[in-house]
């Protein structure tokens, strides 16, 4: 293994990612009650918090292992992936964090590790996207258009539901 291929951005995520990992696995939530306590690490609250996230930066660190240690030939990089992995990484975590869980139950270490170590992936996917040629401005203008041809093709959809209930009459 040559670690010298790696970019600044694939060392964040690779520690990040790590960190992010073992964060899953780690107490978010617990509850001290009559002399007991539980906790509930991320898995126990649900597939969306933690899960998700979870197999977002399993592809991204296999994905870019991948691509710089194997002979496995694959596909270009696509710089906007790692970009959206990397938020929501942290968005869903950060999320639950916000919105915690109902009654008498707080916050544990784990799930504010997640949040902290999903930034950093967050940051390694937008570095990745940079180092990718990815660029703001053009993904600005591309979503701007996708968004453009949704709601061209939602009014197109709508027009021809119409004609065709018009035509029923």
Same mark, same amino acid.
């Given at each position: 293994? /040559?670690?010298?291929?790696?970019?600044k951005?694939?060392?964040i #995520?690779?520690?990040?990612? !790590? =960190?992010?990992?073992?964060?899953?696995?780690?107490p978010?939530?617990?509850?001290?009650a009559f002399g007991?306590?539980a *906790?509930?690490?991320?898995?126990?609250?649900g597939?969306?918090?933690?899960g998700? +996230?979870?197999?977002?930066? !399993? @592809?991204?660190?296999?994905? *870019?292992? #991948? $691509?710089?240690?194997?002979?496995?030939?694959?596909? +270009?990089?696509?710089?906007? !992936?790692? =970009?959206?992995?990397g938020?929501? *990484?942290? =968005?869903?975590?950060f999320?639950? #964090? !916000? %919105? &915690?869980e109902?009654? +008498?139950?707080? $916050?544990?270490?784990?799930?504010? #590790?997640?949040?902290?170590? @999903?930034?950093?992936?967050?940051?390694? @996917?937008y =570095?990745?996207? %940079?180092?990718g040629? &990815?660029?703001?401005?053009?993904?600005?203008?591309?979503?701007?258009?996708m968004?453009?041809?949704?709601?061209?093709?939602?009014?197109?959809?709508?027009? /021809?539901?119409?004609?065709?209930v018009?035509?029923?009459?």
């Amino acid at each position: 293994m /040559d670690f010298s291929k790696l970019s600044k951005g694939d060392k964040i #995520l690779g520690g990040a990612g !790590l =960190l992010f990992l073992i964060s899953t696995f780690l107490p978010w939530f617990e509850v001290k009650a009559f002399g007991f306590s539980a *906790t509930a690490n991320g898995w126990d609250v649900g597939f969306l918090w933690a899960g998700l +996230p979870f197999f977002l930066v !399993l @592809g991204m660190m296999v994905w *870019t292992g #991948l $691509r710089l240690f194997s002979a496995v030939k694959l596909p +270009p990089q696509i710089p906007a !992936l790692f =970009l959206a992995g990397g938020a929501c *990484t942290f =968005l869903f975590p950060f999320l639950k #964090l !916000l %919105i &915690g869980e109902d009654g +008498p139950i707080s $916050r544990a270490f784990g799930l504010f #590790l997640a949040v902290l170590a @999903g930034a950093g992936v967050a940051f390694a @996917g937008y =570095l990745k996207f %940079i180092e990718g040629g &990815g660029k703001m401005d053009e993904l600005k203008a591309q979503m701007s258009g996708m968004a453009g041809q949704i709601g061209d093709k939602a009014k197109s959809a709508g027009a /021809d539901a119409k004609d065709a209930v018009d035509k029923k009459d």
